[in-house]
């Protein structure tokens, strides 16, 4: 949305043993922009949140925030920044005015100037009816409001959720999406987010994918998409192996095989879906064709589904018999 940097990540690298967990990172997003970074379990996602929270010290490569780098202005980055962790960070036993108190505590907010801010976001989220409720009696997604209240209590410039809608049923997801979106706007925060939820990062203005400890492609989502070529078109065959060696011959196609199915990217797909069905009724069992997603640049870029890429190169999803 702007050219300034809210963070600029180059070349970042950490390691845990002799896992390597972040293999040179590279990212930069612009203030007021919403980021999500995308990728399977195990990519690095969660060790860069904590670099960029000053949590964990980078072993080399850098991280500037708002121009303050993170190893050497660690107390300048906090004071920039609004936290909402994957494990609830609320005192289920204290109401939602209580644990909004003691978090204004922590950053020296007191009195009335304390009150007014916690009042007003309470309104914000939405929460003023529920003030005085016990944190433990409020739903998942309510919990999540007060969660982010409690991070934007002293009005940070940049706020980082780690995985904020896991566990959220797909109502309460869309009203995070919703209150994020409202942070940027009304706040002119910048908010980056982890994800492997396909959604989340559909909704953000930009996303980073990461595997294997790498971001290894950025855009807006249209852009992402733009690199599939064509339509992806899917294929169920009782034997995959077989069909695939014929669609090759027959159409001189670029045709994978991942999880199972038989998968091309085509351009004008839908007069490709009519030409297999014609040349093979046999041998097809089904056929799926449709603009790509954000699964299939993921895909498209490692040759392995989102979902399915474990850690530890358990990749049952990897594409078989081509580049993909
Ligand atoms: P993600 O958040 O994308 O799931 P992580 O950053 O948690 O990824 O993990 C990246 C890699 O580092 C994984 O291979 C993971 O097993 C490993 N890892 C993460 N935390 C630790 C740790 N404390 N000790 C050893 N290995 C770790």
């Known amino acids: 949305m702007s050219d300034a940097a809210a963070i600029e990540v180059e070349n970042l690298r950490h390691r845990y043993g ?36 000053t949590l964990l010290p980078p072993v080399a490569g850098s991280v500037r925030i708002f121009g303050h780098d993170v190893a050497r202005q660690p107390h300048a980055v906090r004071r920039c920044l609004g936290i909402v962790f994957q ?19 922590l950053y020296g907010l007191h009195g009335r100037p304390l009150r007014l801010r916690l009042e ?14 016990l944190v433990a009696t409020l739903s998942g997604g309510l919990q999540r409001r007060v969660e982010l209240a409690k991070a934007l209590l002293h009005e940070p410039r940049l706020l980082l959720l780690d995985e904020p809608s896991t566990g959220l049923d797909p109502g ?17 925060a910048t908010i980056l987010l982890t994800t492997h939820i396909l959604d989340d990062a559909e909704q953000s203005d930009r996303v980073g994918i990461i595997d294997q400890g790498r971001v290894i492609a950025e855009g807006t989502p249209a852009e992402l998409k733009a690199r599939v070529g064509g339509d992806v078109i899917s294929l169920l065959a009782a034997r995959p192996d077989a069909l695939l060696e014929k669609l090759r011959a027959r159409f001189a196609c670029e045709a994978v095989l991942v999880d199972g199915m ?20 046999e041998e097809v069992q089904s056929i799926t064709f449709g603009k790509p997603t954000l699964e299939d640049v993921f895909v498209h870029l490692t040759g392995h589904r989102l979902w399915l890429a474990q850690e530890g190169g358990d990749r049952q999803g990897r594409v078989q018999g081509g580049s993909p």
């Open 18 to 53: 002799k896992r390597e967990a972040l293999a040179g990172v590279s990212l930069r997003v612009a203030e007021r922009d919403i980021v999500s970074l995308l990728g399977p379990n195990g990519s690095g996602k969660t060790t860069l949140f904590k670099i960029l929270s």
């Open 87 to 105: 494990h609830p960070s609320l005192d289920p036993k204290l109401t939602v005015r209580e644990n909004l108190l003691h978090q204004g505590h």
């Open 120 to 133: 007003g976001l309470l309104a914000e989220f939405g929460l003023a009816e529920r003030g005085a409720d």
């Open 172 to 188: 309460a997801r869309h009203d995070l999406t919703r209150m994020l979106q409202r942070v940027r706007h009304e706040r002119g």
């Open 262 to 281: 038989v998968r091309i990217e085509r351009a004008q797909g839908h007069e490709f879906v009519r030409d297999v069905v014609e040349a093979f009724p």
